[in-house]
DNA sequence: CCTACCGATCGGTAGG
DNA sequence: CCTACCGATCGGTAGG
């Protein structure tokens, strides 16, 4: 994610640079809107107030939007996980933090998290074999942690699949209707998750 | 749905009789494999081995489509849900039936699941308006049911609609990844999900 | 159920 | 950054 911006569209009328950046920008606010299928390049140029053939001199194509969005916030995504759980041993700790980072991406990246969600198998191969890896390498990762718990007693869970599953998605749900100017910050909804996530594991403190 | 299959393609090689519930059909499985957008009639049309105009016979147009499914879909989770909580009054009993007939419907209807899910936005008005009141209408029918058990004091949820959205939506995942010939059956995975609804909200026996 | 065909729009290129 | 333009494909109609 090399966007200058966290959220909203890019400058887009006036004195507004158009950039490799920018362009990409306007391009994940409406691929997450309308879908990729759903959105004309020209609806991405318009939001940048240029002509069509214009974004070419900043991107390759509309399929290398998707893939870039796609692969770089699933790298984000293992490595959230990653930094989460190292140096933690405790499956409880491990857990809470996984959840904690995995929730707070969804809150902070809603575009992004859309757009994975919705719109990755639209992506050629080999990318669709790239983003699928990540994405399956991201929930082994998370479950291992479940069973590892469920092993040592500390979690009672029936099925680690099942479990990791309802917790991966729950929080994948924050995207859809999280708003920053709203009640919570993402920091509580990510606490929050976090919590849910041992209650469904049966994690009793 | 008056679909005469719950899953897969309707019969499309050799002596189908081609009508307007096997359009409908093939164009759910489409649809939910690969989105509103990215589905055009002519593979609608090629799944039942019939020229694309030809559809035109059984079908007003692809908007139509989109509609009933998600329409239709809507009404019948709020039928569900209605049935589910009738002349139930404790809210452990609501909240477990509730979730459960949901979950229940995300692993029976898959395809119309995904479809809701990732196309309703797609509709043009009034559909949409449609659409979402219904949606609203459940959520806050369901929602209600953890904010009574939370006034009773059966339930400790810090946050009614942070809990009734993580319930809603781990259990709509289970459209993503449900199998007919998993491990599990389709009642098996709605009961966990309902005792994860009532740990998501404190519920203790 | 078909062939023939439509206007509109798509992503993208040429060539400044 | 633009205009001019491309071939491909879209949903859908006419008229059998």
Redesign the pocket.
């Known amino acids: 994610m090399s966007s200058a911006h966290a959220e909203g569209v890019s400058a887009p009328a006036g004195r507004g ?3 490799g950046a920018s ?1 990409r920008d306007a391009a994940l606010t409406l691929f997450a809107e309308r879908g990729y ?1 759903g ?7 318009a939001a ?18 998707l893939e870039s969005i796609v692969v770089e916030t699933l790298d984000a995504v293992l490595a959230d996980h990653t930094a989460a759980v190292a140096g933690r041993v405790d499956p409880v700790d491990r857990l809470r933090e996984a959840t904690r980072v995995y929730a707070l991406r969804h809150a902070t990246h809603r575009r992004e998290a859309l757009v994975v969600n919705r719109d990755t198998a639209s992506l050629p191969e080999p990318a669709l074999s790239a983003a699928r890896d990540r994405r399956r390498a991201h929930e082994t990762a998370f479950r291992s942690i479940i069973s590892e718990g469920a092993e040592q007693g500390v979690f009672a869970v029936g099925d680690a699949r099942l479990a990791s599953f309802a917790i991966l998605e729950m929080s994948v749900s924050i995207a859809r209707w999280f708003r920053e100017d709203g009640p919570l910050t993402a920091e509580q909804v990510a606490d929050e998750h976090a919590e849910f996530a041992l209650r469904i594991v049966r994690y009793r403190p």
Chains 1, 2 share one sequence.
């Open positions: 640079a158009v950039t362009v299928h959105t004309a390049m020209s609806t991405v140029a940048l107030v240029i002509r069509t053939p214009s974004l070419y001199n900043h991107i390759r194509g509309k399929q290398d939007l």
